[in-house]
T-cell receptor
């Protein structure tokens, strides 16, 4: 069966520090991968999606970037974090359209 | 522009009764709709989906209804159980993409 792993579960970072969040999927090949953010009291906002290695689409202009160095690995990064980057970050995968996306357990990021 | 709207931020239902969660959308190109359940500090869990070629889909206690003319989606949970207490998100996608647009969520509380 397929599983998705995200780490770390929680992270506290100072403003201006770099960020690297990692997501890996097991049990499937060539998944579509997604990064979402949920701000407090808000819905899930799609940040990035990838349909293959090295293929990244950005949905909103922001301070973050994403990379997909391997088929089942998706990384969310920032060179300098802002206070507004605080939130709950979720990684998800799917196989094809009209199939549900499956989410990891998320990373709670707090910026001080 | 909020393309998927959940106008009720919260709902309280007695155990054993029906829970009805509602969702409205504005984009007539949406052709796939999903409901997710989310507990605090966890990722959303897929519950049930429906394609625009159907108007109803059932899975156990969960039924999703789609009214395309009204651009309205609802999730019925019968009978409601205390373990159903969570935040419920509706989501939609359109056309050739499987990018999901999420509503802001409805917090369901099922009391004994």
């Amino acid at each position: 069966s397929q599983t998705i792993h995200q780490w770390p579960a929680t992270l506290v970072q100072p403003v201006g520090s770099p960020l690297s969040l990692e997501c890996t999927v097991e049990g499937t090949s060539n998944p579509n991968l997604y990064w979402y953010r949920q701000a407090a009291g808000r819905g899930l906002q799609l940040l990035f999606y990838s349909v293959g290695i090295g293929q990244i689409s950005s949905e909103v202009p922001q301070n973050l970037s994403a990379s997909r160095p391997q088929d089942r690995q998706f990384i969310l990064s920032s060179k300098k974090l802002l206070l507004s980057d605080s939130g709950f970050y979720l990684c998800a995968w799917s196989l094809t359209r009209h199939q549900p996306q499956h989410f990891g357990d998320g990373t709670r990021l707090s910026i001080l | 522009d909020q393309q998927v709207k959940q106008n009720s931020p919260s709902l309280s239902v007695q155990e054993g009764r029906i829970s009805i969660l509602n969702c409205d959308y504005t984009n007539s190109m949406f052709d796939y709709f999903l409901w997710y359940k989310k507990y605090p500090a966890e990722g959303p869990t897929f519950l049930i989906s429906i394609s625009s070629i159907k108007d109803k889909n059932e899975d156990g206690r969960f039924t999703v209804f789609l009214n395309k003319s009204a651009k309205h989606l609802s999730l019925h949970i019968v009978p409601s159980q205390p373990g159903d207490s969570a935040v419920y998100f509706c989501a939609a996608s359109a056309g050739d993409t499987d990018k999901l647009i999420f509503g802001t969520g409805t917090r369901l509380q099922v009391f004994p």
